[in-house]
């Protein structure tokens, strides 16, 4: 069996501290790209964000653990300081249609200019124009206007009143009409005198009157003319007066913003406006706190919402939106309690995340954004549409009220999601239009090849993290250590772990330990503590379930020899934690027809892949002992003591030993424990979690007192894999335990039972004293048996 047994060299990578080329990780430049041995991932992200087609967005994939959202955020602010910086977009007001609020671009950093000049033209507007109305100037002028149209009105009066007085007739003017009436000796006829007139008289009267009605009809236009002239007058007046004080101030704006088209058309708006609105602007406001004035809300119309300042950007914007409700990412509508109702306006639209990265890059977590199902629907409709409109969310919900309607503003960005893989399998799957719209895939690798190229490279990753968090920097026994718990967490001895986040966690906690010693360094000794204590707060399961192995109340033995059972092994995980655990695995052979029975998936405990493995046992059997032969035996497989549910085919190996063990009653060594999946030809294939299952067993072993004799076998194939304590390295160079690594049945065999196997022959038979030629012959013995009890049943129907 020594030729199976695994080099000590073979059972855990020594990186030695001296190997390393410095004494510090202050001897190592801090990496400067921010991402590390991801060139695949930057590649494909570099070309998501160069296409200029607007559904070449981006999935940035990789396993948790690996900083997909961090190292997606630093290459793109990387970018993004070379890309132009976006426009600043404004919201104001509609003066056509002021439920629409009007969208107007503006250069970066122009948009809070004109929030400041237009603030500084109300300010004028609430208090210089309403003094202007009230001064001297003004209002001697006005009253100039007045007197004027006061003397042209009493003359045409008068003039209407000395014709009619010589035709007989007085003229009575009030504040609504003007009347003629007869007169006689200067003083209104009464009714009974112009009655008591003789007809002549009366018709003459009429004729007359007549005659001064159109006259004063005629007059009356000319007043109505005189009136409408003063108002005009009034009105100039009144321009004069505002383009005195105004007029100035917006063309010097105009000249300031001579190179932005759309606020050129909205000062000239805002221009015509106010001098709509002159007698609004007229009235002062009086300062009530309480109450705000309506010249005040009036004059709100003039402010400048700017929806995005880009001022002190630089570069392209790079958004990370964590919280991506509907309103985080699209905007919304706020409102005010305004005498007991909810009022709104253009000045309370307020941006969300799209508007901010308008330009530049959206970061966004999947599993963040599907937690939100409208605000994932609208995210599409807005990258297709490219478009992003603010809306309401009562209009979602059914609820129709009276709101704004704010223009809806061009996009032009490059959203990112960032998540795990499997969400982007099901969203390319189920989602038609995911694919249309996110058609790059960047994923990012988990382990990297240990070269001496990538081993700097990690150690100046390393070096940068301690910097960036004002960690002790780590002496070479340290980084050795760390490196060493890299390829640990890799679980090949050929790899790097790029879950950063997990080595990051032991830096920061081997820190902690290094402070409270006063150590200037973080050494080895505190990168092992680090780990031993982290491992200690997770594993508080692990033990009592070992406790439960060494009192005997979960049973497996690891010494002396037993038929039809054997050692195999198991991996709890629990998250944040996983470890080994031995399994019972016991096997029963009868005659039958029945073949290989899995008392684990009878009960519904066991899954496919576990079912699977099982199956392939019987068409092993087939391939090895039926081709001379039928096969007549009913077998059962059971996991003893086992309470939950089985799954994974890397008991296999071990269920298949139980079997071969039972049929050929072949006693097995049950101080050995063996893992591997395997397949119909015998072939021992690897599995995962190979150092977790050699920890488990060893434990308990070394609970219930170490033989010299127990061990583990293996597939050949994870020797790559092993990662072992250095505990368990220090009892396998002492004798004290093994480890075994195969690559076919027969070998595992030859180590459970410590016989040979056998192989077959040419004539289809095993040779003799081998462990499967017992087999073999039992097989042959329980073919006859069964072929004898056929004939006797056929004999008795007879």
Same mark, same amino acid.
């Given at each position: 069996?020594?030729?199976?047994?695994?080099?000590? =060299?073979?059972?855990?990578?020594?990186?030695?501290?001296?190997?390393?080329?410095?004494?510090?990780?202050?001897?190592?430049?801090?990496?400067?790209? +921010?991402?590390?041995?991801?060139?695949?991932?930057?590649?494909?992200?570099?070309?998501?964000?160069?296409?200029?087609?607007?559904?070449?967005?981006?999935?940035?994939?990789?396993?948790?653990?690996?900083?997909?959202t961090y190292i997606t955020t630093k290459f793109l602010q990387e970018v993004a300081k070379e890309k132009p910086i976006p426009l600043d977009w404004c919201y104001v007001y509609n003066f056509q249609n002021p439920d629409a609020p009007r969208a107007m671009k503006l250069s970066p950093g122009s948009g809070k200019e004109l929030e400041k000049d237009m603030a500084d033209l109300v300010v004028t507007l609430r208090t210089r124009i309403p003094a202007a109305f009230e001064s001297e100037d003004y209002q001697m002028r006005s009253m100039q206007?007045?007197?004027?149209?006061?003397?042209?009105?009493?003359?045409?009066?008068?003039?209407?009143?000395?014709?009619?007085?010589?035709?007989?007739?007085?003229?009575?003017?009030?504040?609504?009409?003007?009347?003629?009436?007869?007169?006689?000796?200067?003083?209104?006829?009464?009714?009974?005198?112009?009655?008591?007139?003789?007809?002549? =008289?009366?018709?003459?009267?009429?004729?007359?009157?007549?005659?001064?009605?159109?006259?004063?009809?005629?007059?009356?236009?000319?007043?109505?003319?005189?009136?409408?002239?003063?108002?005009?007058?009034?009105?100039?007046?009144?321009?004069? @007066?505002?383009?005195?004080?105004? +007029?100035?101030?917006?063309?010097?704006?105009?000249?300031?913003?001579?190179?932005?088209?759309?606020?050129?058309?909205? $000062?000239?708006?805002?221009?015509?406006?106010?001098?709509?609105?002159?007698?609004?602007?007229?009235?002062?406001?009086?300062?009530? #706190?309480?109450?705000?004035?309506?010249?005040?809300?009036?004059?709100?119309?003039?402010?400048?919402? @700017?929806?995005?300042?880009?001022?002190?950007?630089?570069?392209?914007?790079?958004?990370?939106?964590?919280?991506?409700?509907?309103?985080?990412?699209?905007?919304?509508?706020?409102? =005010?309690?305004?005498?007991?109702?909810?009022?709104?306006?253009?000045?309370?639209?307020?941006?969300?995340?799209?508007?901010?990265?308008?330009?530049?890059?959206?970061?966004?977590?999947?599993?963040?954004?599907?937690?939100?199902?409208?605000?994932?629907?609208?995210?599409?409709?807005?990258?297709?549409?490219?478009?992003?409109?603010?809306?309401?969310?009562?209009?979602?919900?059914?609820?129709?009220?009276?709101?704004?309607?704010?223009?809806?503003?061009? #996009?032009?960005?490059?959203?990112?999601?960032?998540?795990?893989?499997?969400?982007?399998?099901?969203?390319?799957?189920?989602?038609?239009?995911?694919?249309?719209?996110?058609?790059?895939?960047?994923?990012?690798?988990?382990?990297?090849?240990?070269?001496?190229?990538?081993?700097?490279?990690?150690?100046?990753?390393?070096?940068?993290?301690?910097?960036?968090?004002? $960690?002790?920097?780590?002496?070479?026994?340290?980084?050795?250590?760390?490196?060493?718990?890299?390829?640990?967490?890799?679980?090949?001895?050929?790899?790097?772990?790029?879950?950063?986040?997990?080595?990051?966690?032991?830096?920061?906690?081997?820190?902690?330990?290094?402070?409270?010693?006063?150590?200037?360094?973080?050494?080895?000794?505190?990168?092992?503590?680090?780990?031993?204590?982290?491992?200690?707060?997770?594993?508080? $399961?692990?033990?009592?379930?070992?406790?439960?192995?060494?009192?005997?109340?979960?049973?497996?033995?690891?010494?002396?020899?037993?038929?039809?059972?054997?050692?195999?092994?198991?991996?709890?995980?629990?998250?944040?934690?996983?470890?080994?655990?031995?399994?019972?695995?016991?096997?029963?052979?009868?005659?039958?027809?029945?073949?290989?029975?899995?008392?684990?998936?009878?009960?519904?405990?066991? +899954?496919?892949?576990?079912?699977?493995?099982?199956?392939?046992?019987?068409?092993?059997?087939?391939?090895?002992?039926?081709?001379n032969k039928p096969l007549a035996l009913a077998a059962t497989l059971c996991f003893e003591q086992s309470y939950g549910g089985i799954e994974g085919d890397s008991a296999s190996a071990a269920e298949l030993l139980a079997l071969l063990s039972a049929i050929g009653k072949v006693p097995l060594f049950q101080g050995i424990a063996v893992t591997g999946s395997v397949s119909q030809k015998g072939e021992i294939q690897s599995v995962g979690g190979v150092n977790e299952k050699i920890e488990g067993f060893?434990?308990?072993?070394?609970?219930?007192?170490?033989?010299?004799?127990?061990?583990?076998?293996?597939?050949?194939?994870?020797?790559?894999?092993?990662?072992?304590?250095?505990?368990?390295?220090?009892?396998?160079?002492?004798?004290?335990?093994?480890?075994?690594?195969?690559?076919?049945?027969? =070998?595992?065999?030859?180590?459970?039972?410590?016989?040979?196997?056998?192989?077959?022959?040419?004539?289809?038979?095993?040779?003799?004293?081998?462990?499967?030629?017992?087999?073999?012959?039992?097989?042959?013995?329980?073919?006859?048996?069964?072929?004898?009890?056929?004939?006797?049943?056929?004999?008795?129907?007879?």
């Amino acid at each position: 069996m020594k030729k199976y047994l695994v080099a000590i =060299e073979d059972l855990r990578l020594s990186i030695h501290p001296d190997s390393l080329g410095i004494e510090s990780s202050k001897d190592v430049s801090p990496l400067k790209e +921010g991402v590390f041995a991801q060139e695949r991932a930057i590649e494909a992200i570099k070309f998501g964000i160069s296409m200029s087609d607007p559904h070449y967005n981006i999935y940035v994939a990789g396993i948790p653990g690996t900083g997909i959202t961090y190292i997606t955020t630093k290459f793109l602010q990387e970018v993004a300081k070379e890309k132009p910086i976006p426009l600043d977009w404004c919201y104001v007001y509609n003066f056509q249609n002021p439920d629409a609020p009007r969208a107007m671009k503006l250069s970066p950093g122009s948009g809070k200019e004109l929030e400041k000049d237009m603030a500084d033209l109300v300010v004028t507007l609430r208090t210089r124009i309403p003094a202007a109305f009230e001064s001297e100037d003004y209002q001697m002028r006005s009253m100039q206007l007045h007197q004027d149209f006061e003397k042209k009105r009493h003359a045409l009066l008068n003039g209407l009143a000395a014709k009619a007085e010589a035709e007989g007739f007085l003229s009575l003017v009030n504040q609504v009409s003007m009347m003629l009436v007869p007169a006689k000796e200067g003083r209104p006829m009464q009714e009974e005198e112009v009655k008591a007139l003789p007809e002549e =008289e009366k018709q003459r009267l009429k004729e007359k009157r007549d005659k001064l009605q159109e006259e004063l009809n005629e007059a009356t236009k000319k007043m109505r003319q005189l009136e409408m002239e003063l108002r005009e007058k009034n009105k100039q007046l009144d321009n004069e @007066v505002i383009v005195f004080l105004v +007029g100035h101030l917006i063309e010097a704006l105009k000249e300031k913003y001579q190179q932005e088209p759309e606020v050129l058309s909205y $000062l000239e708006e805002v221009k015509q406006d106010i001098l709509k609105n002159v007698e609004v602007l007229k009235v002062r406001a009086e300062v009530k #706190l309480e109450i705000p004035h309506p010249l005040d809300s009036f004059l709100k119309r003039y402010h400048i919402n @700017v929806l995005v300042d880009n001022s002190q950007t630089q570069g392209a914007p790079v958004v990370i939106e964590t919280n991506p409700t509907y309103s985080n990412l699209f905007g919304a509508i706020e409102r =005010e309690a305004r005498f007991g109702a909810l009022v709104t306006d253009f000045t309370m639209i307020k941006a969300g995340a799209l508007h901010r990265a308008n330009g530049g890059y959206l970061i966004l977590r999947i599993s963040d954004l599907l937690k939100w199902g409208l605000s994932w629907e609208a995210l599409k409709q807005a990258i297709r549409n490219q478009e992003v409109k603010i809306e309401d969310l009562g209009a979602f919900l059914g609820i129709t009220t009276r709101t704004l309607k704010p223009q809806p503003i061009p #996009l032009k960005l490059k959203v990112v999601l960032t998540g795990d893989p499997l969400f982007y399998q099901l969203l390319y799957a189920y989602d038609e239009i995911f694919p249309e719209i996110f058609k790059v895939k960047a994923e990012l690798t988990w382990d990297v090849d240990v070269t001496s190229e990538r081993q700097r490279t990690y150690i100046a990753c390393l070096a940068k993290f301690c910097e960036e968090e004002g $960690l002790r920097p780590l002496d070479k026994t340290g980084i050795a250590r760390v490196l060493e718990y890299s390829v640990e967490l890799s679980g090949d001895k050929e790899k790097l772990t790029l879950k950063m986040r997990e080595i990051n966690d032991i830096l920061k906690e081997a820190n902690f330990w290094a402070l409270q010693e006063g150590s200037e360094f973080i050494k080895e000794e505190h990168v092992k503590k680090a780990i031993e204590k982290k491992r200690y707060r997770s594993s508080l $399961l692990e033990e009592r379930i070992q406790d439960l192995f060494a009192k005997d109340l979960l049973w497996v033995e690891i010494d002396g020899y037993k038929i039809g059972q054997i050692n195999g092994l198991a991996v709890v995980d629990i998250g944040d934690y996983s470890f080994g655990r031995p399994q019972r695995i016991t096997a029963t052979v009868s005659l039958g027809k029945e073949g290989v029975i899995d008392i684990e998936r009878e009960a519904k405990l066991g +899954g496919n892949i576990h079912s699977k493995g099982v199956m392939i046992l019987s068409s092993y059997f087939k391939e090895h002992f039926a081709h001379n032969k039928p096969l007549a035996l009913a077998a059962t497989l059971c996991f003893e003591q086992s309470y939950g549910g089985i799954e994974g085919d890397s008991a296999s190996a071990a269920e298949l030993l139980a079997l071969l063990s039972a049929i050929g009653k072949v006693p097995l060594f049950q101080g050995i424990a063996v893992t591997g999946s395997v397949s119909q030809k015998g072939e021992i294939q690897s599995v995962g979690g190979v150092n977790e299952k050699i920890e488990g067993f060893f434990k308990i072993c070394q609970k219930k007192g170490l033989t010299g004799k127990q061990g583990v076998v293996i597939p050949r194939r994870n020797v790559r894999n092993l990662m072992l304590k250095e505990e368990i390295v220090e009892a396998v160079k002492k004798g004290q335990f093994y480890i075994w690594a195969v690559e076919r049945i027969e =070998e595992m065999m030859e180590i459970v039972t410590g016989k040979p196997s056998g192989s077959l022959q040419s004539d289809g038979t095993y040779p003799e004293r081998t462990v499967f030629y017992q087999i073999d012959e039992a097989l042959r013995e329980m073919a006859k048996l069964s072929k004898s009890f056929e004939t006797m049943e056929e004999g008795g129907e007879t």
